[in-house]
């Protein structure tokens, strides 16, 4: 089993900092893939960045220049930096991870989300 656990969310004012952290634990063989979404009240669930575990990364085009996302693999953790935060992104954000797992003797991939940490952008 693996778990993803959030921390790091609360209110902060508009041109405010935040910073998300995400742990995975669990039977974990390697981390593909992790990420953060995003969901606003009412709205679908976006992917807000993402780092791959060669280095890469990538970004929803409104945060770009403002979140940086990154990984500490031997933590097997992956923090959002979020600067000058904006009132409409007011949401609940997800952690996600691309998971590999032995099971019966080979390497499955799987998909794990966290339970999700509020973060309201707010004067």
């Known amino acids: 089993q693996v778990q993803l656990v959030e921390s790091g969310g609360g209110l902060v004012q508009p041109g405010g900092s935040l910073r998300l952290s995400c742990v995975a634990s669990?039977?974990?063989?390697?981390?593909?893939?992790m990420a953060w979404y995003r969901q606003a009240p009412g709205k679908q669930r976006e992917l807000v960045a993402a780092a791959v575990s060669g280095g890469s990364t990538n970004y929803a085009d409104s945060v770009k220049g403002r979140f940086t996302i990154s990984r500490d693999n031997a933590k097997k953790t992956a923090y959002l930096v979020m600067n000058n935060l904006k009132p409409e992104e007011t949401a609940v954000y997800y952690c996600n991870a691309e998971v590999t797992v032995v099971v019966g003797g080979g390497p499955h991939e799987y998909d794990y989300w966290g339970q999700g940490t509020q973060v309201t952008v707010s004067s």
């Open positions: 669990g039977s974990i063989f390697s981390i593909n893939v």
